[in-house]
């Protein structure tokens, strides 16, 4: 196996082109640009087409991801697609992006559902299974949220859009990922229940259907999103040995401009240093990390020897941190 730390070695994002404004969202619900702005830091958020779904985003960002690693496709030996979108239970939607890519029988695909954090949770998946058997991942956050929502619930609806994010992992000098954890409770204040397995099952009394939309609780969701983000600094910290002021930058999950904000006074660290792009995106879910670290290298905003630390929380709930070093 080589002597090479495990890092990341190329990102890829892909951002669908329809753009969703908050004045459109005006005509839809009872809400305002200006409230949006104010609560959530949100302009605007991008729509997956009907020709597109959380397979196709994937494997485009996958795309730029393997481009940007310069390793050989053939050489990848995973491929982890992290979502809570999923168009099909099976095939999954890792085995369709592989398809996509042309490495049928080439690799092992497999899917991950982890709410927002699924990206640091495939991220983690993916080290642990290089670290014991050498090789190198392709790691996906993909999510169509707009496919989920109720256009008619104001509390939700304008939080959310679709996108995705990829990464290529494995021995490399670019970058060492230093330390990582995922966590996870269980708490049913942000939801999506699937009535349609019950509705098809002889063996079970049939729901009264509800809709199959995603159901928040906003204010308790808020509140978790800033314990969770603090507790995620304080244990990824303890864990790799390191203060607050040696965190160069930091990307947390882009739910809310204001989660943002807490967690930047929290580590002490000026919003210049900490990654914003939940004024274009909204919460793309598991694409959001994968997409700002993508966008963050490409600004410059992550540089030779910088420490980043990737803080992650979402729906389960789950929270997840990891440290990577970027060494060239
Ligand atoms: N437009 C106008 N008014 C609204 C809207 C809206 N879109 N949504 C709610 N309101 C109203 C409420 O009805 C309420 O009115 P009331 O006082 O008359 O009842 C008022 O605004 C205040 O509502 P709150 O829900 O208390 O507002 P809050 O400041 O908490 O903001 C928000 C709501 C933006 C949803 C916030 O709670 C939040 O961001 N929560 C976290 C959401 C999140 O990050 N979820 C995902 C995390 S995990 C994952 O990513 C899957």
């Given at each position: 196996m080589s002597s090479l730390p495990i890092g990341i070695i190329g990102t890829g994002a892909y951002l669908p082109e329809t753009v969703l404004t908050n004045q459109y969202l005006e005509k839809l619900v009872d809400t305002s640009d200006q409230w949006i702005r104010e609560r959530t830091g949100i302009r605007e958020r991008r729509v997956a087409s009907p020709e597109e779904d959380v397979a196709t985003m994937g494997e485009a960002a996958a795309r730029q991801a393997l481009e940007n690693s310069?390793?050989?496709?053939?050489?990848?030996d995973y491929l982890i697609a992290a979502s809570n979108?999923?168009?099909?239970?099976?095939?999954a939607t890792a085995i369709r992006i592989q398809h996509g890519l042309g490495l049928d029988d080439k690799l092992a695909a497999f899917d991950l559902q982890a709410g927002c954090s699924g990206f640091n949770y495939a991220l983690y998946v993916a080290e642990n299974m290089i670290k014991n058997k050498g090789g190198y991942a392709l790691v996906i956050g993909t999510d169509a949220n707009t496919r989920m929502l109720d256009f008619t619930d104001r509390g939700t609806c304008i939080l959310f859009g679709d996108g995705a994010g990829a990464v290529v992992i494995g021995p490399?000098?670019?970058?060492?990922?230093?330390a990582s954890f995922v966590a996870s409770s269980y708490n049913g204040k942000l939801y999506l229940k699937n009535e349609f397995t019950e509705l098809n099952s002889p063996f079970l009394p049939k729901p009264a259907l509800t809709g199959n939309f995603m159901y928040m609780d906003g204010p308790e969701i808020f509140k978790f999103a800033v314990r969770a983000v603090q507790e995620s600094l304080r244990r990824i910290l303890a864990q790799a040995g390191?203060?607050?002021?040696?965190?160069?930058f930091l990307i947390i999950h882009q739910a809310n401009y204001r989660i943002l904000e807490t967690g930047a006074r929290f580590a002490k660290m000026p919003m210049e240093k900490v990654y914003v792009n939940v004024d274009r995106y909204g919460n793309t879910s598991a694409a959001s990390i994968p997409i700002a670290l993508h966008e963050a290298l490409i600004e410059g905003k992550i540089q030779k020897n910088h420490k980043v630390v990737l803080i992650s929380f979402g729906a389960g709930v789950t929270w997840a941190a990891t440290v990577l070093e970027w060494l060239s």
């Open positions: 310069g390793i050989a496709w053939e050489d990848l979108t999923f168009n099909y239970m099976y095939p490399t000098d670019r970058s060492r990922l230093v390191m203060s607050r002021e040696e965190i160069d």
